[in-house]
Structures are given as structure tokens and as C-alpha cells.
């Protein structure tokens, strides 16, 4: 990159990218240019404001995504978040850091993924930064959603009694996707489109994952919605949030789980069970929560109309803390927080 200044890098990745049109129909009054944006506020609603940060040889190397597929992914982890609050996605803010000698051509490819999932969910680019790293890259996203006032999804928000279910699918299709690119060997990563079909839903998993926007507005639009969380880390530790914010225990019933046919075809040919990349493996960014046992059958029927993937899949209880997986002989063991930790 060293015939670009930062200035220049900046206006050879953002520009032409934006439609004026489209941002202000937005609520963008002031875009990218500025020294910060400005966005309408609207009455009655509450802004919801996460971020998440992509690290190359941490979340990705060249072996596994392509430099689109982690433009794509660092948006599709943040719009995940405000998913699980409830929110409607509306603005991010992308900040990179790159090596002096990181090539533009990549750095261009990984804001066509930028942009192509921001559009795909409505999102407008609205700032960021861009600054050198010594080794590798680093994508970090700051996104913002918004709710009506009072309406947020709280994993703290389980009781006693509630049933707990997942909605979306894939389940685990991530962590065994990624199983499968770390073994397929090669120093670029291979397309989606020409990895063996059996395995080519779970490498687009793995690379190009669907937040659950749509699930989590009808929680909040339906009013009896719980607590909630995206699995980003695995059922079994996203799960465990819940149980520690709420003060509850949680027994998840592995009969229950959903098995996706791709999964559980990979794992048998690896001799795994596809259960452990569903509680352990992370990086699915669908939707685990909490309601009323009492309104299971009409949630199950709202998301049926929308097309949305819902299964009961344990209970909340205030006879204990903690976790607790029930196994498909009836038999419950303690289930331990694992799943992906960055510093474990």
C-alpha cells in the first residue's frame, strides 16, 4: 500500500460505495467525510450499540476465508448482536488496521463483503478509521441498531419455568465448516463453490453466517419473548449466560437439539458426534432463548409463518444453577461452560 496515504486508502475503499439517496432515506444526515456522522433520533425509540473485533490468525487466515468472506462476516457478527437484543440493524462503523505491505486489491475485496452483507440487512456504512498494524489484519465494527423504548432482550431476563428453544438453524454447521477448510489443505482458501457439495453447506456457514434479525424482531414485537443471546461462542456457553445473568439453572435436552443433515452426515465421517460443534463450537450466530412455556405453541407458530426455524430444546429452573444436559438415554449430567474463549 505504500503508494496510498491513509487519506487515499480511505477514499479508494469507501468511494462510490455510498448512495446518498438511500443514507438519507436512512435517517444519515451526515455520512463518511466528516470528522463523525450524524443520524436522525427518533421519538420513543432506543439506540442499541454493540461491536466486535476480527483478527486475522485468530478468526481467520488466508487458508480458510477469503478476504470478502471476512468483510462479509465482520458485519454479519455485529448485526448478530443486535439481533439478540431485539433491534433492527441501522448504522456501522468500520475500523481497520492493515500492514504497511497488505495488498489493496484484498483490502478492496474485503469491503465488497463489507458492503454486500450491510446491504443485504439494511445497514448503512456511516465511519470509521483506518490506521497500520505491524503483522496482521484487524477488522473491528462498531454497529448500531435500534428498539422501541423498553423493548431490549435481556439475557438477564429468564425465569424459573420458562422453556428454553433455538431459533434459525445450522446449528454447529460453523466450527464443523471450519473442521473442514483447516483440513482441506492449501495456502488459499478454497471457493465455496468448489468444495465437495456434502461439506459446501458447512463451509458457507462457517464463511457467509445468516443473523436471525427477522427471530429476534418477532420476540420483541410479540411482547412475551424472554431472555435471548446469539450463539457466538457455542450453545453451551451462550446458554450459560443466560443461566448466570438470570440467576437460573438450564437443562437443554440433547434429543432435542436440531441436527442439521449436513452436520450429522460430515460428523459421521469423521467419527464425531455433531453435537459437541453444536454446544462447543461456535461462530453460528443464531438465537438462544427464553419464554413462557405457556406461549411455546404460538411462537412456534409465528415462526413457522415466517419460515424460521424453532425447536424446544430445554427448560429453565430454579432448583439450581448452571447447566445441566439431559442425554438421549434421560440421563442429566453437569454441562460445563465450554466453548470458544479467547483467553482460556
Known sequence: MSQLDEFGLIRMLTGGRANAEQARERGVVVGIGDDAAVVEAAHDTEWVVTADMMVEEIHFNSRTMSAEDVGYKAIASNISDLA??????????????????????????????????????GVEIIG??????????????????RIERGRSLLRSAARPGDIVFVAGGRFGCSAAGLHWLQRS??????PASEAPPAVRPLVLAHRRPEPQVR?????????????????????????????????????????????????????RTQGADPLDWILFGGEDYQLVG???????????????????????????SGDFSGMMLQDRNGKRHVLEKRGYNHFA
Do not use: K, W
Open 84 to 121: 439478540a437484543m431485539g433491534a433492527v440493524p441501522c448504522y456501522a462503523l468500520v475500523s481497520i488496521a492493515a500492514p504497511p505491505a497488505y495488498d489493496p486489491g484484498r483490502l478492496s475485496s474485503l469491503y465488497d463483503g463489507i458492503y454486500q452483507c450491510a446491504d443485504a440487512y
Open 128 to 145: 470509521g478509521d483506518t490506521t497500520a498494524s505491524p503483522a496482521h489484519m484487524i477488522v473491528s465494527v462498531t454497529a448500531i441498531g
Open 185 to 190: 489443505g492449501g495456502t488459499e482458501a478454497i
Open 215 to 267: 427471530a429476534g424482531r418477532l420476540l420483541a414485537e410479540c411482547g412475551f419473548g424472554h431472555a435471548l443471546n446469539d450463539i457466538s461462542d457455542g450453545l453451551a456457553s451462550d446458554a450459560a449466560e443466560i443461566a448466570e445473568a438470570s440467576n437460573v439453572g438450564i437443562i437443554l435436552d440433547a434429543a432435542r437439539i436440531p441436527l442439521d443433515p449436513a452436520l450429522n452426515e460430515y460428523a
Open 290 to 316: 427464553t419464554l413462557p412455556a405457556d406461549r411455546a405453541d404460538e411462537a412456534r407458530e409465528r415462526f413457522a409463518r415466517e419460515g424460521i426455524g424453532f425447536a424446544v430444546i430445554g427448560e429453565a
